[in-house]
Nanobody, 122 residues
């Protein structure tokens, strides 16, 4: 099993920044990538960004391209999501995911964290 724990959510004004962290532990031999998704009430979980463990290739949703940066500290088994120029529409519960590859669908990921709330005030 793999355990994921997110941290770093909170309240920020529009235009501000937040950095989310996701600590990964457990049996990670089947993991090839980490990703971030977000979800608001009544909507489907939406892909935000993903990063491959080997090589560090990254992929972003168009809505966050140029504003968000995903990175990984291999020594700490931690993935980060740096969010800049935040907009009210970025407000959501953000989830960390782990799986064999980067996929844009929630069903393509094997493990999930409990989520961390991001609120953006206008």
């Amino acid at each position: 099993q793999v355990q994921l724990v997110e941290s770093g959510g909170g309240l920020v004004q529009a235009g501000g920044s937040l950095r989310l962290s996701c600590a990964t532990s457990g049996r990670t031999d089947s993991i090839g990538a980490n990703g971030w998704f977000r979800q608001t009430p009544g909507k489907e979980r939406e892909f935000v960004a993903g990063i491959k463990w080997r090589g560090g290739s990254v992929y972003y949703a168009g809505s966050v391209q140029g504003r968000f940066t995903i990175s990984r500290d291999n020594a700490k088994n931690t993935v980060y999501l740096q969010m800049n120029s935040l907009k009210p529409e970025d407000a959501a519960n953000y989830y960390c995911a782990a799986g064999p590859f980067i996929g844009t669908l929630p069903t393509e990921w094997d493990y999930w964290g409990p989520g961390t709330q991001v609120t953006v005030s206008s």
